[in-house]
C-alpha cells in the first residue's frame, strides 16, 4: 500500500510539474510537516507494540514461575491429594503450552481457557480439602498461597495476550505513511527529482509497519512470545516427583 501510494504521488507529481513553481514551496512545506509528524505516530505505534510483546513475555514466565511451585509444594501433601493434586498440574502445563499456540481472542483459546480454569476449580478443592483435613499442618498453607498465585498468574497472561494496539491506531499509521510518502514522491517529482530513494522509504516504512504489526499480534507471524519455559517445565513435570510426601499428617503437625 505504501509503494502504491509512492507511485501514485510521482506520477501526480510528474502531471502538474508544468506547475511546480507555484507548487514546489507548499508542496515542500507540506511534505516536510507531514513526515515529522508520520515519524512520530511510528515510533509511537512501535512503542506500544514492543512493551506488550514485552509484558507477553515477562507474563508467560512468571505463569510458568508459578506453576513450578506449585508443582513443587504439591508434592509435599499427604495422600490420595497429593497424587490427584500432581496429575492436575501437568494437565495444566499442558493447557498452558497450548495457549502460546492459538489466537487470542479465538474459539480454541477460549476452550482452553475454560479447562484450565475448570483444572483450577479441581485443584482448590482438593486444597481445601486439605486444609479441613490438617488445619494445623504448614504444606497445605504453603500450597495454597502458590496455587492462589497460580491462578492469578494465569490471569495476568491471558489478560496480556488480549491486550493489543487498537485497530484504529494501525489505521492511523497506515494512512499517515501513505499520505506522507505519495506527497514526498509528487514533491520530488514535481521539482524533477529522482524518486528511487523515497521507493526505498516505501518498503522500509512497510516493514516497519509489518514489524508493528507482528509484535502486537502473536502467534500469527514469525514474531511470537516465547514458549519455551512453558515447555520446558512441563517437561520436568513428566518424570516421577523427586519428593515423597507423607503418608499421613497427624493433627499436632
Known sequence: MTLAATLLGAYVGRRVRHLSSSLSESFGVMQAALLGVVGLILAFGLSLSLSRYEDRRAAAVEETNAIGTTWLRAQTLAEPARNRSLRLLVDYAESAVLISEYHPGSVEEDEVAARESALQRRLWSLAGGELDAHPTASAPRLYVETLNEMIDAQTTRLAALNNQVPDAVFLLEILGACI??????????????????????????????????????????????????????????????????????????
Open 180 to 253: 506522507a510518502l505519495g506527497v514526498l514522491a509528487a514533491y520530488l517529482s514535481l521539482v524533477g527529482r529522482g524518486v528511487g530513494g523515497v521507493l526505498l522509504a516505501s518498503v522500509l516504512v512497510a516493514f516497519l509497519l509489518f514489524v508493528t504489526a507482528d509484535l502486537d499480534r502473536p502467534t500469527r507471524g514469525p514474531i511470537e512470545v516465547p514458549d519455551t519455559v512453558i515447555k520446558d517445565q512441563l517437561a520436568s513435570m513428566r518424570p516421577p516427583p523427586a519428593a515423597s510426601g507423607p503418608q499421613s499428617v497427624s493433627a499436632g503437625s
